[in-house]
C-alpha cells in the first residue's frame, strides 16, 4: 500500500549524499517518528527556493512524502516557523540532541510528547542561559520516553528512600543502588543529597555535575558503548576556542 503524507510537522535530523544526485534525510516527525527519506535531485538544484536549500536542521518544517517501503520519498516541504540559531557552543549542543534521536529512537514509532520537548528544547538552546539544566531535563525525558527512566528517590534493590548522605551507583536495567564510596572506583559513585535535587527538578551546584555524570553513565549503556561523534566535535572545538582565547 502507497503512504502518502502531507504536510506533516517535523524536523531535519541529518542528511547525507545518496546516489548521484539525491540526499537521504533523516527527519522527526510529530505523528511518524523518526523516518528516512529520499529527497530526489536536490543536490544538482541545490537554490534558495529548492528543497533541499529548505530543509535544514533546527528549522521547524512541514514534510510531505510517500512511498511503499520504510524509505519514503519526500515530495515538499515549508517552512513552518523561523529557523533557530544556535552557535558556537549550543550549535554542538543542538547536534547532539539531534545524534540522541538518531541513535536511540526506533524508526515509525510515534513520539508525540518527546517532539514537543526537542522543539521546546530547541528553542530553549536558543535563548536561555541555563543551557546545561536544558540539555539534563531533555536526556531524563528521553529516557522516560523510551521505556528507561529510573527512580531517583528510591533504592532500587531496597525500595527504601534515598538518603542524603548514602552513596549510590548506578545499575544498568535496575537504577540506583546503595553502596560504599570508594568500593569500586570504575564505577560513579553518586552523594544521595544530589540525587533527592535532581528529583525535585533543582540543578544547581553539585547537583548539576552529579547529573551530567550520572545521564553520561546511563546514556553510554543505552548506546551500547559506542561514542557520539558530536562529544567529539564539541571537545575540539573547545580546544580550538581555548587556544583563541574564546572560551575561559
Known amino acids: 500500500m502507497v503512504v502518502r503524507v502531507i504536510l506533516q510537522p517535523g524536523y531535519l535530523l541529518h542528511r547525507r549524499p545518496y546516489r ?6 533523516e527527519v522527526f516527525t510529530a505523528e511518524h517518528g523518526r523516518l528516512s527519506l529520499v529527497a ?6 541545490a537554490r534558495g527556493g529548492s528543497t533541499g536549500a529548505i530543509v535544514q536542521p533546527f528549522v521547524p518544517l512541514l514534510l510531505s512524502f510517500t512511498g ?8 515538499g516541504a515549508e517552512v513552518a516557523g ?33 517532539f514537543a520537548n526537542y522543539a521546546k528544547t530547541l528553542q530553549e538552546l536558543a535563548g536561555a542561559d ?19 527512566s529510573f527512580d531517583l528517590a528510591h ?33 560513579p559513585a553518586f552523594i544521595g543529597a ?13 547537583a548539576r555535575r ?13 548506546l551500547d558503548g559506542q561514542p557520539l561523534r558530536s562529544r567529539d566535535l564539541f571537545s575540539q572545538f573547545r580546544q580550538s576556542s581555548r587556544a583563541e582565547g574564546l572560551l575561559s
Not at 530526489?40 to 538544484?45: I, P, S
Not at 511503499?68 to 515530495?75: I, S
Not at 541555563?130 to 528507561?148: Q, V
Not at 532500587?156 to 534515598?162: E, H, P, Q, S, Y
Request: net charge neutral; no cysteine.
Open 68 to 75: 511503499r517501503t520504510d524509505l519514503k520519498t519526500l515530495t
Open 82 to 114: 523561523g529557523a533557530i540559531a544556535l552557535r558556537g557552543e549550543r550549535l554542538f549542543s543542538g547536534l547532539y540532541v539531534n545524534e540522541l534521536l538518531l541513535r536511540l529512537l526506533h524508526k515509525h514509532d510515534p513520539y508525540p510528547q518527546l
Open 20 to 25: 548521484d544526485t539525491s540526499q537521504l534525510m
Open 155 to 187: 533504592d532500587a534493590m531496597t525500595g527504601a528512600a534515598i538518603e542524603e548522605q548514602t552513596w549510590y551507583r548506578y545499575q544498568a536495567d535496575s537504577g540506583l543502588v546503595a553502596t560504599q564510596r570508594g568500593h569500586d572506583v570504575a564505577v
Open 130 to 148: 541555563r543551557a546545561e539544566e536544558t540539555l539534563r531535563r531533555f536526556e531524563f525525558g528521553l529516557l522516560d520516553e523510551l521505556g528507561y
Open 210 to 222: 552529579t547529573a551530567k555524570r550520572l545521564l553520561r553513565q546511563v546514556l553510554y549503556e543505552h
Open 40 to 45: 530526489r535531485g536536490v543536490r544538482r538544484k
Open 194 to 206: 544530589d540525587l533527592l535535587a535532581l528529583s525535585r527538578g533543582e540543578y544547581t551546584g553539585d
